[in-house]
T-cell receptor, first 112, second 117 residues
Framework: SQTIHQWPATLVQPVGSPLSLECTVE??????LYWYRQAAGRGLQLLFY??????ISSEVPQNLSASRPQDRQFILSSKKLLLSDSGFYLC???????????FGPGTRLTVL | AQKITQTQPGMFVQEKEAVTLDCTYD???????LFWYKQPSSGEMIFLIYQGSYDEQNATEGRYSLNFQKARKSANLVISASQLGDSAMYFC??????????????FGTGTQLKVEL
């Protein structure tokens, strides 16, 4: 069966510090991968998606970037965090061709 | 562009009763998919049910069913025999016609459901 991991589960970072969130998927190969952000009390906003190694599509201009160095690894990064980067970050995967998406447990990021 | 509207920010239902969570959508695509996800307080998004735009039958998964009315562009979730564990935030989402191999989901703002004794 497939599982998706995210870490860390929670993170508190000062403004201006770097960020690296990691997501890995087990039990499948060549998945589509996605990063979402959920602001408090809001729906999910798609940030990035990837259909393969090194292939990243950005959905909204922002202070964040994503990379996919390995088939089942998806990393969300920032060089300098802003207060507005606070939120709940969810990674998801789907089969290729795509069907429903399966989400990880999320990372709660607070930028102070 | 796709848009999902969930007009009920919060709903209450008595245990063992049925409840309907509303979802309307807007798209110019001929082919699309509709999803419902459950998000408990832990934060994880749990996939519940899927309806394809060309599916003639309404989707059902256990106690969940999707009341799909294409002409009205609505995809309401019906939960039968509510349980305390159903208390959570529920999101409706849509996938547009597949282009470029992606699978972008557009989410609504969610409905907070509370099941009471």
């Amino acid at each position: 069966s497939q599982t998706i991991h995210q870490w860390p589960a929670t993170l508190v970072q000062p403004v201006g510090s770097p960020l690296s969130l990691e997501c890995t998927v087990e039990g499948t190969s060549n998945p589509n991968l996605y990063w979402y952000r959920q602001a408090a009390g809001r729906g999910l906003q798609l940030l990035f998606y990837s259909v393969g190694i090194g292939q990243i599509s950005s959905e909204v201009p922002q202070n964040l970037s994503a990379s996919r160095p390995q088939d089942r690894q998806f990393i969300l990064s920032s060089k300098k965090l802003l207060l507005s980067d606070s939120g709940f970050y969810l990674c998801a995967w789907s089969w290729h061709p795509p069907t429903e998406q399966f989400f990880g447990p999320g990372t709660r990021l607070t930028v102070l | 562009a796709q848009k999902i509207t969930q007009t009920q920010p919060g709903m209450f239902v008595q245990e063992k009763e049925a409840v309907t969570l509303d979802c309307t959508y807007d798209t110019s695509d001929q082919s699309y998919g509709l999803f419902w996800y459950k998000q408990p307080s832990s934060g994880e998004m749990i996939f519940l049910i899927y309806q394809g735009s060309y599916d003639e039958q309404n989707a059902t998964e256990g106690r969940y069913s999707l009341n799909f009315q294409k002409a009205r562009k609505s995809a309401n979730l019906v939960i039968s025999a509510s349980q305390l564990g159903d208390s959570a935030m529920y999101f409706c989402a849509m996938r547009p016609d597949l282009t470029g191999g992606g699978n972008k989901l557009t989410f609504g703002t969610g409905t907070q459901l509370k099941v009471e004794l």
